[in-house]
């Protein structure tokens, strides 16, 4: 192992055998970890604990996966960690739900302990190479700052949802110029998670209704960019 911090993984789920399954494979790969069989437990010791990345169940006593997620992302000490969904709901509702509230990944059950291992390191490895153009853009009225998730324009100050922030950042680095939805799938969310494309036209939309409709356009059958010519 080498000498630098480990990555922190919170453990959520009601199922005592999955816990130690994953507690047993993330342990081994050099990983800490803590464990929460609820999603009120979870949002508590998230607190204390600040992971990197939260693994959570979507059907929990007490509380649920998607509201717990909610919750988690307003916690200032989760604005930079990854949430990745493991559930035995396969329903493509289910799936969006988990990405409009910030889900990174999204994994159904039967786990496979090797291929989930491969899903948490390349969430890590894009972390770690992640070029970095500033912490803030100042274009079209806006000043996009990424230390905080804040967009300050006309309509005040807001601050965005983990992915909300990157596809806007994103976007504002390459004024007037088209990306299609798979391509900032690939951007945002990297091309080793299976992400549906509607995903990208959830976030566009919650977007716009923070921000205003003028800064994102929609090129039909295309795809979107920033608008830097505001009237």
């Known amino acids: ?13 009601d199922d ?9 494979n993330l342990e081994k790969e050099g990983y800490e970890i803590e464990a929460a ?4 437990k979870a949002v508590e010791l998230a607190r204390q604990f600040a992971p990197d990345l939260v693994l959570l169940d979507i059907m929990m006593p007490q509380q649920d996966g998607i509201e717990t997620a909610r919750q988690l992302r307003e916690l200032p000490e989760l604005k930079n960690a990854y949430i990745l969904f493991l559930t035995a709901r396969s329903e493509e509702y289910s799936e969006i739900a988990a990405f409009e509230i ?31 153009p500033g912490d803030r853009i100042e274009t079209a009225g806006l000043s996009i700052n990424r230390q905080n998730y804040t967009v300050t324009g006309e309509f005040g100050s807001v601050v965005l949802p983990k992915k909300e922030f990157e596809l806007l950042f994103f976007l504002a680095q390459y004024p007037n110029k088209v990306f299609s939805r798979e391509e900032l799938l690939q ?16 976030h566009i939309r919650k977007l716009r209704e923070k921000i205003g409709e003028s800064y994102i356009k929609t090129l039909k059958g295309v795809g979107y960019m920033f608008n830097d010519e505001q009237e």
């Open 102 to 132: 910030g889900a990174d990944d999204y994994i159904t059950k039967p786990i496979k302990p090797r291929a989930l291992m491969s899903r948490i390191k390349a969430l890590f490895r894009r972390e770690a190479q992640k070029t970095d």
């Open 187 to 202: 951007r945002i969310w990297g091309a080793d998670i299976y992400v549906l494309e509607r995903t990208v036209d959830v």
């Open 37 to 40: 069989s609820d999603g009120k």
């Open 1 to 13: 192992m080498s000498n630098t911090p480990a990555y922190k993984i919170l453990l959520v789920d």
């Open 16 to 24: 005592p055998d999955i816990i130690e399954l994953l507690q047993y």
